[in-house]
């Protein structure tokens, strides 16, 4: 709008910016820089723009691995992971699952911080196999999404699955489903490994705190079991 102004008056771009000092040019210089990026990011974390546009599943592999998510994958040997209910032979992109809707999202920047020592991982030792406790980065990334999901009872899933909806035709489905609500588990509980490359669960994930209804005994009570137990 400025640059316009200026040219509506006949003043060529140059011989505006002299009437200041050079000082005030460099500030001039760094408040547009600063408005420039500002534009730019929150053009590219405009969910409409990041979801059609720019988080495409190749934009993605740049820094995820390409062979830790196979978009060809199925959960059956008929059945898609699909993208919409209506649609039987869509694919679910990379988006559906890690980019959650809204008009504006940061588009989870501090997760491709924090990832940064799992990709260099990778790099360093591909088949992530050490002697040891050591954990695989791919196994610690995948253990860290698991106790997120669970924690927010599988809240990923549950933005295109329906609990109402979910109707399983077959009976091992069927019976699986009413264990589970019976049960009042979460989805990733029995869902952990399904586009990505499988990783073993731990013997510890996915527990409950145990909830001890009995009162705790009382101080009178504690005593009078220890002064049982030095007759003894």
């Excluded at 991982?121 to 860290?144: H, N, Q, V």
């Excluded at 952990?192 to 009382?218: G, L, M, T």
Aim: charged share 25%; aromatic share 10%; hydrophobic share 40%.
């Amino acid at each position: 709008m400025a640059v316009v102004l200026i040219w509506m008056r006949g003043i060529s771009v140059k011989n505006f910016f002299q009437r200041f000092s050079l000082q005030s040019r460099i500030i001039f210089a760094i408040a547009g820089a600063g408005i420039l990026i500002i534009g730019v990011f929150f053009a590219v974390a405009y969910e409409p723009v990041t979801r059609n546009f720019v988080a495409q599943d190749a934009t993605c592999n740049y820094c995820h691995l390409p062979w830790e998510f196979n978009p060809d994958v199925r959960l059956t040997a008929t059945k898609p992971h699909q993208a919409k209910p209506d649609q039987p032979q869509s694919q679910a992109k990379c988006v559906d699952c890690h980019l959650p809707e809204g008009r504006l999202n940061a588009t989870f920047v501090y997760t491709h911080i924090v990832s940064f020592t799992d990709l260099f991982g990778k790099f360093r030792d591909l088949e992530a196999e050490r002697a040891g406790d050591w954990i695989p980065p791919r196994a610690a990334t995948a253990y860290r999404v698991r106790d997120r999901l669970f924690e927010t009872d599988s809240g990923t899933c549950r933005t295109c699955h329906i609990e109402d909806e979910i109707k399983p035709k077959r009976t091992r489905g069927i019976n699986a489903h009413k264990l589970a609500l019976e049960k009042k588990q979460t989805c990733i509980e029995c869902h952990y490994n399904e586009v990505h490359r499988p990783v073993d669960q731990r013997k510890a994930a996915f527990q409950r705190p145990i909830i001890s209804f009995e009162q705790p005994p009382s101080a009178e009570m504690k005593l009078l079991q220890f002064v049982q137990e030095v007759r003894r």
